[in-house]
């Protein structure tokens, strides 16, 4: 057992006028399981470069462990699975190997296949067994669930459960609650550390809140208060003064002393008032404020938005999904649920293809079906995918690609907690967090009928989820989507379509 030590840790981006951090210290124990926490853009992932020695920095970070990151850069992917995870760690036998894959539920035959042809859900449980495997080693795990379906989820669950020595960066609270012990978050002003799981950092931090805007209201109140006190007692000063030179004043030394008096208790009371208005500058800095979203959808029309009756659909003669119908109503909120590989994203890339081919981002003409998809006649339906790697260039030029307003577009990020800074950025620039609430953002600005979402809350923090959460439920858009969040799912979903 051994701490992680961090002292005065400074450092900027090259050309860039904000600290990430600023003379930041805190310590972690090694045989902790952290959840790290924090908005988009806070410098979740930059805190992992550093700590895997990335960037350079002005302070220090002592650390007795090896750090290691997760996702793991596999180069050579088209090499079998034996090949990859042995040149990751080179010291482990391959017993070993195979017990820790009999933990994270992974079948022995994968080390025979192609690592590549693995499904995402596959990949991610075999590098997290083989990075565990390795001798005095602290892992840095960032976003473990994104694509993952809810089984494979729960088995990643299990397996971080009997393991320690971690930090793990995840927007899924049902995810993290199940596996922590402390809260590590990267706050408006500061970096904290509490023990506990994820749903008492919450419930401490919303008391924090409650406790800082009360106590503002009241220093408010006290400063108005002072403020009006001293101006009156300066005020009487002044009168108290003057009148000593009035003709049948008998003591005008007398008087001046009592002026002098009430200016000195003045005084007093405006040192009161600044030291209140001080007292005001530390509180609310951690205050995080998420404005309500809202989308504005077009108006309905008659008929079922969307009849799909699928026969088969398949890439060239690899069949993902058959016999499959349902109808779309206006308001419905359709959750598309089953496991990796089950064709979830292929139907929604199908619906596109069908009926608004230009909006994807590749032409997917191996993308075949027998069957029949159709839109309500009038139809405006918008795509938001799961891919973000396409966004380059200026938001203003993003706006005017998707026909959005572009004051629209910044309000609506302005909500989702963008700076004035990453408005100046290329879209490339931006972390995948940011990168998807553009895509959500465009979306949400477009006057629809109809929304489909592939997986819209990838790398999306938590209080941004809430936002989206309390939007659709208060303006009840008709939205076809795919989400692996259950907490999520449970909130939106009006109807569940499952293609296990």
């Known amino acids: 057992m051994s701490q992680i030590k961090i002292n005065n840790l400074s450092f900027t981006y090259e050309g860039s006028y904000d600290a990430i951090f600023e003379n930041v210290s805190f310590q972690m124990d090694t045989r902790w399981k952290l959840g790290f926490t924090g908005r988009n853009g806070r410098g979740k992932t930059t805190f992992f470069k550093l700590l895997m020695g990335v960037y350079p920095y002005s302070g220090s970070i002592q650390a007795s462990v090896h750090f290691d990151y997760f996702p793991y850069e596999v180069s050579g992917a088209e090499r079998h699975t034996r090949v990859v995870l042995q040149e990751i760690a080179p010291d482990i036998e391959e017993w070993e190997l195979l017990k820790e894959f009999g933990n994270i539920d992974l079948p022995e035959e994968v080390l025979d296949r192609p690592f590549e042809t693995m499904s995402h859900g596959e990949q991610s449980k075999a590098l997290l067994a083989v990075l565990f495997l390795k001798s005095n080693n ?58 506990g799981n994820f749903s008492t950092w919450l419930q401490n931090k919303a008391y924090q809140d409650q406790f800082e805007v009360a106590e503002n209201e009241k220093l408010l109140k006290d400063i108005k208060r002072l403020g009006d006190a001293a101006k009156r007692t300066a005020g009487w000063s002044d009168q108290t003064e003057i009148s000593k030179f009035g003709p049948d004043v008998p003591d005008r030394g007398f008087v001046g002393h009592k002026a002098a008096k009430m200016m000195k208790r003045a005084k007093v009371i405006e040192r009161r008032r600044d030291k209140a208005l001080e007292d005001k500058k530390k ?18 029309i008659p008929h079922p938005y969307l009849t799909l009756e699928i026969e088969t659909l398949a890439y060239d003669d690899f069949i993902v999904l058959e016999d499959l119908a349902f109808k779309l109503e206006s308001s419905d909120r359709v959750a598309i649920c089953g496991k990796n590989g089950s064709g979830k ?12 081919p230009e909006l994807l981002e590749a032409s997917l003409e191996n993308l075949m079906m027998r069957g029949r998809i159709k839109l309500a006649n009038g139809l405006i339906l918008s795509y938001v995918s799961q891919d973000t790697s396409f966004l380059t260039g200026s938001y203003e030029a993003f706006a005017e690609e998707r026909g959005i307003e572009r004051h629209l577009l910044r ?12 408005f100046e950025k290329d879209l490339s ?8 609430k553009v895509l959500l953002a465009s979306s949400i600005c477009q006057r629809a009928h109809l929304y489909i979402w592939d997986e819209p809350l990838n790398f999306i923090d938590v209080l941004s989820r809430v ?11 008709t939205l076809l989507f795919i989400e692996h969040d259950p907490h999520f799912v449970d909130r939106i979903a009006t109807h569940i379509i499952s293609l296990d």
């Open 429 to 436: 620039q931006l972390s995948e967090g940011q990168k998807k």
């Open 467 to 477: 936002q989206i959460e309390e939007m659709i439920l208060t303006y009840e858009p």
């Open 345 to 356: 994203s292929s139907l929604l890339k199908a619906i596109i293809k069908q009926t608004q």
């Open 283 to 300: 509180l609310l800095k951690n205050l995080e404020v998420a404005d309500s979203l809202e989308i504005v959808t077009a108006p309905v």
């Open 138 to 195: 602290f892992l840095l795990i960032d976003e473990p669930t994104n694509h993952l379906d809810v089984d494979a989820r729960e088995t990643v669950a299990n397996y971080l459960r009997r393991k320690s020595g971690f930090i793990i960066v995840s927007h899924d609270r049902i995810f993290l609650d199940g596996i922590i012990d402390h809260i590590l978050s990267i706050n408006k002003t500061n970096i904290e550390i509490q023990k």
């Open 411 to 422: 309000s609506m990020l302005d909500k989702l907690d963008f700076t004035p800074v990453l």
